[in-house]
């Protein structure tokens, strides 16, 4: 069973740069789709980024389309979210999750129910 923890969250303040981390443990982690996604209080939990099992394509939300970059290390396991350009609506707790999808070529985060395996979750407060 993959297990996943995220770390790299914080206090930032407008227009500066975090980069996230989800690192599993567990095997076969080259077989799944890594998706990234944050819940603001108050809101629904939302997509925000995913990457596919080996690497090859990326799907991010419109809202950080240009801002954020999804990267992953299958040698290492871990997922990495560079998050730059911070804004105050981009706070919220961040998750990564895993949709078991060996050889997938291509990601969504449109179906979050799809991400079977979650992190516990990392806090990022943009505010000045």
């Known amino acids: 069973q993959l297990q996943l923890v995220e770390s790299g969250g914080g206090l930032v303040q407008p227009g500066e740069a975090r980069r996230l981390s989800c690192a599993a443990s567990?095997?076969?982690?080259?077989?799944?789709?890594i998706g990234w996604f944050r819940q603001a209080p108050g809101k629904e939990r939302e997509g925000v980024s995913c990457?596919?099992?080996?690497?090859?394509?990326?799907e991010y939300t419109d809202s950080v389309k240009g801002r954020f970059t999804i990267s992953r290390d299958n040698t290492r396991n871990i997922v990495y979210l560079q998050m730059n350009n911070l804004r105050p609506e981009d706070t919220g707790v961040y998750y990564c999750?895993?949709?078991?999808?060996?050889?997938?070529?291509?990601?969504?985060?449109?179906?979050?129910?799809?991400?079977?395996?979650w992190g516990q979750g990392t806090q990022v407060t943009v505010s000045s």
């Open positions: 567990g095997y076969s982690f080259n077989h799944y789709i």
């Open positions: 999750a895993a949709d078991w999808k060996p050889q997938a070529a291509t990601c969504t985060v449109r179906h979050k129910g799809r991400y079977t395996v």
């Open positions: 990457i596919s099992s080996v690497g090859l394509t990326a």
